[in-house]
């Protein structure tokens, strides 16, 4: 009787640096002990099928430093059926309240709490009170020109409709602003999306934000409720986020992937992509690209 496969270990190039060479997958097959080797995507992605999960210094050793993303999953229950995610630095390639700071001449200052922030280094709902408490009289329109230069990552809108196309649940939910998660969620297409309000006086913005905020605790609990709401296992689900504040979601869900994450999110992340796009969390569940959809 053969061999029950039990892992899948996905290899994933960052395809606008690399390619994923047939010597390299062969490497890392024989570093893992792996069987039937799977395309996704030629010369981008790969599924290793493995008896037992791959010892990752291993793998590691195997890649060789390339800049290529290795993510094991157990081989059933593959594909998620809801999708949380955060958007800034994720969704989205940049921090947008950082971003918005920039025309108000305090990006250094506002993104060194930013920083500090993301990595777990200082409170979340504290630092996001002293930053918009540094924006009071800032113009609405600086929202306006911060959401014009505003772009997605790559492989956000493919994320997205390929998992709503297959019957996911799919929600945005982050510890930023409502002005920019809406129109986020409505370009990707989230079924739904979740984040702070900034309070303005319909001129310029006040310096203070609604309460309650929306941290950490707000992020693992919208994952759970909505997974409730759907009669869904924890392991049906993926999270996906980069900072301190997504990394409760991120260790609950079924296929948490810390996004070139911050460096503790990192460390403590099961999974994570470091190098490739967003289209790697569609590979990590066996999607192929030819089944991709972008909108």
Same mark, same amino acid.
């Given at each position: ?10 290899? /994933? ?32 992605? /790969?599924?290793?099928?493995?008896? /037992? ?11 060789? &430093? ?43 200052? =506002?993104?060194? =709490?930013?920083?500090?922030?993301? !990595? ?28 014009? !230069? ?24 982050? &510890? ?5 998660? @809406? ?5 990707? &297409? ?5 984040? !702070?309000?900034?309070?303005?006086? &319909?001129?310029?913005?006040? @310096? ?32 996906? @986020?980069?900072?301190? !504040? ?9 296929? @948490? ?12 992340? $099961? ?16 999607? $192929? ?7």
């Amino acid at each position: 009787m053969p061999l029950r496969m039990s892992v899948v270990l996905t290899l /994933v190039a960052a395809r606008d640096r690399t390619m994923l060479p047939d010597g390299v997958i062969a490497a890392v097959r024989d570093a893992a002990g792996g069987g039937t080797v799977t395309v996704l995507s030629p010369a981008e992605a /790969v599924d290793i099928a493995c008896a /037992v999960p791959p010892d990752a210094a291993s793998v590691t050793a195997a890649l060789a &430093g390339a800049a290529i993303d290795a993510l094991v999953v157990p081989a059933d229950g593959r594909r998620k059926r809801l999708l949380v995610a955060d958007m800034d630095s994720t969704i989205v390639a940049s921090e947008t309240l950082d971003e918005l700071a920039a025309h108000a001449g305090l990006k250094p200052r =506002i993104a060194e =709490i930013t920083r500090r922030s993301m !990595n777990g280094e200082i409170d979340f709902a504290e630092a996001l009170r002293t930053r918009v408490g540094l924006l009071r009289g800032l113009s609405l329109e600086a929202l306006e020109a911060t959401w014009r !230069n505003t772009r997605l990552t790559p492989g956000a809108r493919e994320l997205v409709a390929t998992m709503r196309a297959h019957g996911a649940r799919t929600a945005l939910v982050s &510890g930023g602003f409502t002005f920019f998660t @809406g129109r986020v969620a409505a370009l990707c &297409g989230f079924d739904l999306h979740h984040a !702070n309000v900034l309070l303005d006086d &319909g001129r310029a913005l006040t @310096g203070a934000v609604a309460e309650p905020i929306l941290d950490r605790d707000t992020k693992l609990a919208t994952l759970r409720r909505l997974a409730t709401e759907q009669a869904l296992a924890a392991s049906a689900t993926l999270a996906v @986020g980069d900072g301190a !504040n997504d990394l409760p979601m991120l260790c609950e869900a079924g296929l @948490g992937i810390a996004f070139h994450a911050k460096p503790v999110v990192a460390r403590a992340a $099961q999974h994570r992509v470091e190098h490739a796009d967003l289209r790697a969390a569609l590979f990590a569940q066996g999607y $192929q690209a030819a089944a991709f959809l972008s909108d």
